[in-house]
Structures are given as C-alpha cells and as structure tokens.
C-alpha cells in the first residue's frame, strides 16, 4: 500500500508538493485524484525510466518526479485552481494496490 502525503489548503495560484513513499522499488507509478461527486481520475504518470504524461487539464502546471534511491514519488503542482481540489492518491500506473487513504488538496479561489 502506498500513502500519499503533502496535500493542504492552498490559494488560487499557488503550489503544493506531493508525496509518496513506497516500501520497495516501483515501477511504473501514477497520481490520481478523485472530486467530490466524481469518478476517480488519472492525472500523472511516470515509467521506471523516467518518462512521463499528463491529461491536458494539468499538463504544464503539474510535474510527476521519482527518485528510485527512495522509492518516492512527487507531484509538483503549480498555479493551482479551484478545480484541482481533490483528493489525490498514488498508486502504480495501472492501478494494482490497494487505494490509501489519499491526501486532500483544498484550492480556494
């Protein structure tokens, strides 16, 4: 089980880094989010080597990162909106663990 931790309460704008620390090395990896009232959704990914991709609602403000000497991953968000307040969870890319219990990301406008 992966748990993801950094979220908070953060202005329209600003920025957050996200965490997610796994107990042994990770493959693929990705970040998710899940609004109230919707589905949950896919909003990062990065491979074992590095590579990466984004939906269009985050690309160019959210940056996915790892560091494998960890087995942590980050999601760096920036110029964050009222629309990306969610609850965000890590999981491997596709999904094969057990959801935790996520962290909320609160953007106020």
């Known amino acids: 089980q992966l748990q993801a931790s950094g979220g908070g309460l953060v202005q329209a704008g600003g920025s957050l880094r996200l965490s997610c620390a796994a107990s042994g090395s990770i493959g693929g990896m990705g970040w998710y989010r899940q609004a109230p009232g919707k589905t949950r959704e896919l909003v990062a990914t990065?491979?074992?080597?590095?590579?990466?991709t984004y939906p269009d609602s985050v690309k160019g403000r959210f940056t996915i990162s790892r560091d494998n000497r960890k087995n942590t991953v980050y999601l760096q968000m920036n110029t964050l909106k009222p629309e990306d307040t969610a609850v965000y969870y890590c999981?491997?890319?596709?999904?094969?663990?057990?959801w935790g219990q996520g962290t909320q990301v609160t953007v106020s406008a």
């Open positions: 999981n491997t890319y596709p999904p094969r663990l057990t």
């Open positions: 990065i491979t074992g080597f590095g590579s990466t």
